[in-house]
């Protein structure tokens, strides 16, 4: 991508940025802090900032996954260097996660497995179903880390040993797949 175009998505993703800082100011504020749907258009603007992101790479890339596929459906078998660009398109984010949340998921297994349930001797069931709310919050975001952590684990399991001659079929049903739903 040229230098024109790098310079608008860095313009683009700050004018984003700037209105997620405005939005967080927006929460600390006694007045609006008990409005979700402020958490909603926090939630919107991130998402924005992925498809922006997500969209960029692609267009980056695209030509470079096109001529891959285009080899493979004549045959080619796919090098270190092929397998490792088709997992930066295919679990890139996985990955990416996975590795920066390690000691994160480490340290909610630890924080889990000592974790005190005196609180159901409470004589306050509201106080119970608090606490039990939030272990369950936490479990989700360990669910999370745990199913990328599956995605990044699936895609070297199957790319492991190379890919033989029906395995390539398939690569490349899943690169056109994931092209055409991404340029829709």
């Known amino acids: 991508m040229n230098d024109q175009?790098?310079?608008?998505?860095?313009?683009?993703?700050t004018q984003i940025g700037s209105k997620f800082s405005a939005l967080v100011s927006q929460l600390s504020d006694q007045d609006n802090s008990q409005n979700p749907m402020q958490i909603d258009k926090l939630?919107?603007?991130?998402?924005?900032?992925?498809d922006s992101v997500r969209e960029k790479h692609q267009k980056d890339n695209a030509a470079t996954i096109r001529e891959l596929l285009r080899k493979l459906k004549g045959g080619y078998?796919?090098?270190?260097?092929?397998?490792?660009?088709?997992?930066?398109?295919?679990i890139g984010d996985a990955k990416y996660y996975v590795e920066a949340n390690r000691g994160a998921f480490e340290?909610?297994?630890?924080?889990?497995?000592?974790?005190?349930?005196?609180f159901a001797t409470s004589t306050h069931p509201?106080?119970?179903?608090?606490?039990?709310?939030?272990?369950?919050?936490?479990?989700?975001?360990?669910?999370?880390?745990?199913?990328?952590?599956?995605r990044v684990e699936n895609?070297?399991?199957?790319?492991g040993d190379g890919v033989d001659m029906m395995e390539s079929k398939y690569l490349e049903e899943i690169i056109e797949?994931?092209?055409?739903?991404?340029?829709?």
Not at 126 to 150: D, G, V
């Open 5 to 13: 175009n790098s310079t608008a998505f860095a313009t683009d993703l």
């Open 43 to 50: 939630n919107a603007l991130l998402d924005s900032m992925v």
């Open 77 to 90: 078998k796919p090098n270190e260097a092929d397998l490792g660009l088709l997992a930066e398109f295919m």
């Open 107 to 118: 340290e909610g297994i630890k924080r889990l497995s000592t974790y005190n349930f005196s």
């Open 126 to 150: 509201q106080e119970i179903i608090c606490k039990i709310k939030a272990l369950k919050m936490s479990l989700r975001e360990l669910q999370w880390y745990l199913a990328e952590k599956e």
């Open 155 to 159: 895609f070297r399991r199957a790319m």
């Open 177 to 184: 797949f994931k092209l055409k739903s991404e340029n829709h």
